[in-house]
């Protein structure tokens, strides 16, 4: 019989050592990329960038998994990988003509008593003075930027397909922003992150004036990697057209 075979069994010991290696080899590599990334944050600038970025892709399970075994706060790889991704874009995204990008807000930003309504294009600020999105949205569509206020998860992917922007900025919660880039490394668009200051869900809050320093290239590379702060996830509901 073949599986008794001596030939049999010596594959079956080459394929178990090689399992065996392989797993070595991936542990040992998440370890790499753990102590990389706790470097990074300590000495706040990214090591081996180029390394760290497709490496915490691959491995994000594992690398998660050891960051809670040393009993490191879960939404600070998160953030980590938010604001690595936002410096290995920097440089692209500002590349991009303002009329070639779109911003995509979270409609957490608004007030409670907003009375925005919903359209195709998304919730259309009527200004009414109750948030903060009334007085910058113009400032920041004022170079031909697309601006949209995010209704529903779909909204985006619906945008994305109809304006075809070359790069994109999505605010949110750390991690919708998250999931957001890696929509964007997906359908291959450049793509930036800013997580809003407040945790909850309703009447959140951005730094306008980092947002706008980052759109317009002022904002610093140490400013850029030191942006997000531990804010809470979002779920808030997605609003019904009238
Ligand atoms: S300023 Fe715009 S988004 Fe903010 S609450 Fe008023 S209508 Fe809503």
Redesign the pocket.
């Known amino acids: 019989m073949l599986i008794d075979s001596p030939s049999w069994n010596e594959a079956m010991r080459l394929i178990g050592e090689a399992a065996i290696l392989l797993l070595l080899f991936l542990v040992a590599f998440s370890l790499t990329l753990v102590l990389l990334t706790v470097v990074s944050i300590k000495m706040g600038k990214f090591i081996f960038p180029r390394l760290l970025k497709p490496g915490l892709l691959m491995m994000e399970g594992l690398v998660r998994a050891i960051w809670k075994l040393l009993g490191i706060d879960d939404k600070e790889l998160t953030a980590f990988s938010i604001r690595l991704h936002n410096m290995m874009m920097k440089k692209r995204f500002e590349a991009v003509p303002p009329e070639k990008r779109a911003i995509f807000l979270p409609q957490c930003l608004?007030?409670k008593e907003?009375?925005?309504h919903l359209s195709d294009e998304g919730l259309i600020?009527?200004?009414?003075?109750?948030?903060d999105?009334?007085p910058n949205i113009d400032e920041v569509r004022a170079d031909g930027t697309k601006v949209f206020?995010v209704p529903g998860s779909t909204f985006i992917k619906r945008m994305v397909k109809r304006y075809r922007p070359e790069a994109i900025v999505g605010v949110g919660c750390l991690m919708e922003v998250k999931e957001g880039l890696e929509m964007c490394d997906r359908m291959g668009v450049v793509a930036m992150g800013f997580v809003t200051l407040r945790d909850g869900c309703v009447e959140t809050a951005m730094d306008w004036g980092d947002f706008k320093d980052m759109m317009t290239g002022k904002i610093t590379p140490l400013k850029l990697a030191n942006l997000i702060e531990l804010p809470g996830e979002c779920k808030v509901p997605e609003p019904t057209m009238k």
Not at 126 to 131: A, I, L
């Open positions: 608004r007030s907003c009375p925005a600020c009527m200004k009414c003075g109750r948030c999105i009334g206020i």
